[in-house]
């Protein structure tokens, strides 16, 4: 069936750091793909999508490109914050069901 | 305007008692959704309702997950006894179509003892 691979976390960087989180995906069809967000204390946010192979989403300096070839959607940002400290989770659906989730990745950022 | 809403934000039972989760969607949304994070592991779709009927409902682990909408209004999802792996984050997510982003709440933890 359809899922989601994410990679382990915790993901430790200092502020300003280069951010990678990986996502992978299997799919028999031609999903949508999301990053979504939780902030300590605060419910899942999408922070970005992207519908079809080669869109690029982008949110708050966060970036994710749909590589069909690798049947990947890694997260990144140029310069993260301490504020970015979270955990992600990279998702797929199709156009009317469920969202399916990977395990989630933390990410701590330190002054 | 208000997001979706859950209650309680947190729950500690003992094993084999009941507990009763409440989700208040955002107003005017006919979706809604549970979703389930045990042990952080990946979240799991549980349901998912159109106004008060029951769209999809593959995802409910068994006959211990009894979820409502009465009225298509709020959801409740009842765990009737409560099992220890039932521990983890209940999510409630709503939608006001059934393509468009789906919004969130914060999530009730469950922790069965």
Redesign the interface.
Known sequence: GDS?TQMEGPVTLSEEAFLTINCTYTATGYPSLFW?VQYP??????LLKATKADDKGSNKGFEATYRKETTSFHLEKGSVQVSDSAVY?C?LRY??D???????TRLQVFP | EA??TQFPSHSVIEKGQTVTLRCDPISGHDNL?W?R?VM??????LL?FVKESKQ?ES?MPNNRFLAERTGGTYSTLKVQPAELEDSGVY?C?SSQV??S??F????TRLTVV
């Open positions: 989601v979504y204390g605060e419910g899942l946010q999408l989770f998702a156009n009317t469920k969202l399916i989730f990977g395990t989630g | 997001g979706v959704y979703y994070r952080g592991k990946e979240i799991k779709f998912h999809d995802g999510f997510a059934i393509s982003e789906a969130f709440g914060q999530g």
